[in-house]
């Protein structure tokens, strides 16, 4: 072969390969774009916040052909990251993970100075922290901020590049473009959920001030905002507690969400709860791990364990707050937001204005009641009384004219009851000006005096949650009974028992039976010990109705329960007394 011809042939195939490669090239740099305009328009395809930044990871995850993939969303002390968004684990590498990475270590790099970062071995780099226990090994990586407008919101991370290789100067700049289109949608986004949380809160304030301007009972509004709170908040739990009239406790009235049946009914004193000192303060209250800080009621640590990061809003200003709304989320979750912050801050002032003017409309009803009373009252004194008197004179005076005896007999009779029903009116008049002085009824006020007063004996104060309708229920022969119940329990407890955690419940059902439970986690009754006091608790509830039931407690100690039922609901009076036009005495 003439080898002059040879070299023309070899630059020519050089020329074909080069041009070969370089076709390829274009053709991957143009699928690579297409893959990012496609990512683009997939992430823009909703504007749910949490989806969206879960499309944004997965986008990213195949832009690059990683195996694993992550979306760190940074708190708001710019620090620490609040949220971790992971694709690429299965249900059971995740369940392996002891806690999810908080921003250490090379994530903490990232927060601090928000570059691209591209590594071909994570445990080289000097930053590197290692990983949390239960965590896949990984070894290359790539990480590229999220900026919203000016702020950096998070990071992506990527990691293990599919087939053994390293992340390149392409998957940089893609990923990096990628993160700049996540921007932006992230914002929209937000916007759309600010909005939406605007337009819920408006329909909640209005739902609030109509229920208050169309009557409904306080605990029809208070249930209602504490349902709405959490609805607006995105929160795990919500409770709302309200003062005693010396605002000494609060009683965690409502609670609506994750362990409300638990918190619903605890009583806390004020002085050490942090709903003390909001209620105290009249200022809100940010915690970082609820159940864990030495201000939180020791009662409320238990059944409210799971709670983390929490905000606490007065209902009210210093002076005046007339409850304390808590709005938590659950250990590991994000704090709530600064825009959910302002929101539920805001509705729950509302709902404080809203409470006060309904607490004004109440009291006016009332007194309008009270005065009503007093006119009836002083009426029937001054004219009803003074007219019968004069026609029983008139009467008595016409006897020595009856010329029949036994007309003269009829006269004096009617006289006689004249000064019977005279008598009446005066017994009615009494009962209107005491009616409007009785006393409320107090038994769980005394229950509360009566856990403080045993609290001395059993060396801790003892849990206790109280149900709603004792006190326009129980009749002074029921709350004798019960207070003689629970202190032999209390009683028994500290004698016997050798607790450390006691936990009382007194409520009732929807049956009409009224329950008392006292629950210890001590060593239980001796054998040998007298069972006097078990039995006199025993024939209490026989003489009610009722039955004693003592038995092992879950997880050891002693549980009593007490059951008796509750007398039926007391009728609205209808005595005829309801404000009226003067002159009218509607009586029977």
Excluded: C
């Excluded at 364990?305 to 809003?313: M, N, T």
């Amino acid at each position: 072969m003439d080898g002059g011809g040879l070299l023309p042939q070899l630059r020519l195939d050089d020329l074909l390969a080069e041009l070969q490669s370089r076709l390829e090239a274009v053709l991957a740099t143009r699928d690579r774009m297409h893959g990012l305009l496609e990512a683009v328009i997939a992430i823009g395809s909703g504007l749910d916040l949490e989806a969206m930044l879960r499309r944004i990871v997965e986008a990213a995850v195949d832009l690059v052909d990683a195996r694993y993939g992550a979306l760190g969303v940074i708190g708001e002390d710019e620090r620490r990251l609040s949220e971790f968004i992971p694709v690429g684990l299965d249900p059971d590498e995740i369940s392996r993970i002891h806690h999810w990475p908080e921003g250490r270590g090379l994530l903490g790099l990232l927060i601090n100075e928000p570059h691209p970062l591209r590594l071909a071995d994570i445990a080289g780099h000097p930053e590197s922290s290692g990983f949390p226990d239960g965590h896949p090994a990984m070894r290359t990586f790539l990480g590229v901020p999220v900026r919203v407008r000016d702020r950096v919101f998070g990071n992506l991370y990527l990691t293990e590049k599919r087939g053994g290789g390293e992340f390149t100067e392409d998957d940089e700049a893609v990923l990096t473009a990628l993160g700049a289109a996540a921007g932006i949608a992230i914002e929209n986004a937000r916007l759309y959920e600010e909005a939406r949380r605007q337009q819920a809160w408006l329909r909640a304030s209005s739902q609030l001030t109509m229920q208050l301007l169309s009557g409904d009972s306080a605990q029809a509004v208070l249930s209602a905002l504490t349902s709405q709170a959490l609805e607006l908040s995105g929160a795990d739990l919500v409770t709302l507690a309200l003062p005693d009239v010396d605002r000494r406790r609060l009683t965690l009235e409502y609670a609506e969400g994750d362990g409300a049946a638990e918190a619903r009914g605890l009583v806390v004193a004020a002085e050490k709860s942090l709903s003390g000192q909001v209620l105290e303060t009249g200022e809100p209250l940010t915690v970082e791990d609820f159940a864990a800080d030495e201000r939180t009621a020791e009662a409320t640590r238990l059944p409210m364990g799971h709670i983390g990061p929490a905000v606490l809003f007065p209902l009210g200003t210093r002076g005046n707050v007339r409850g304390v709304l808590t709005v938590g989320r659950r250990h590991g979750g994000p704090p709530l937001p600064p825009a959910a912050v302002s929101v539920v801050a805001a509705f729950a002032a509302q709902a404080a204005v809203a409470l006060e003017l309904a607490a004004r409309r109440a009291d006016a009803e009332q007194l309008s009641v009270l005065e009503d009373r007093d006119r009836i009252a002083r009426d029937l004194h001054d004219l009803v009384i003074q007219r019968l008197y004069a026609t029983g004179m008139s009467l008595e005076g016409t006897v020595p004219m009856a010329t029949r005896r036994e007309v003269a007999d009829r006269i004096r009779s009617a006289v006689d009851a004249m000064d019977d029903t005279i008598k009446d009116i005066r017994a009615t008049i009494f009962a209107l000006q005491a009616r409007g002085r009785a006393e409320e009824p107090r038994l769980r006020a005394d229950i509360v005096a009566l856990v403080d007063e045993m609290t001395e004996m059993l060396g801790f104060a003892p849990a206790l949650r109280l149900g709603s309708g004792l006190d326009s229920r129980a009749t002074a022969e029921l709350s004798e009974h019960l207070l003689a119940v629970l202190r032999e329990a209390l009683s028994n407890a500290a004698r016997h028992s050798g607790a450390t955690r006691v936990d009382v419940t007194v409520d009732t059902d929807a049956a009409g039976t009224l329950t008392v439970l006292v629950r210890d986690n001590g060593s239980g009754i001796p054998a040998g010990t007298r069972r006097s006091g078990l039995a006199n608790m025993a024939d209490r509830a026989d003489k009610l109705g009722g039955e004693l039931r003592l038995s092992p407690a879950e997880g050891g100690g002693t549980e009593l329960e007490w059951k008796v039922p509750m007398p039926p609901e007391p009728a609205e009076p209808d005595d005829g007394l309801r404000p009226s036009p003067p002159g009218r005495y509607p009586l029977r």
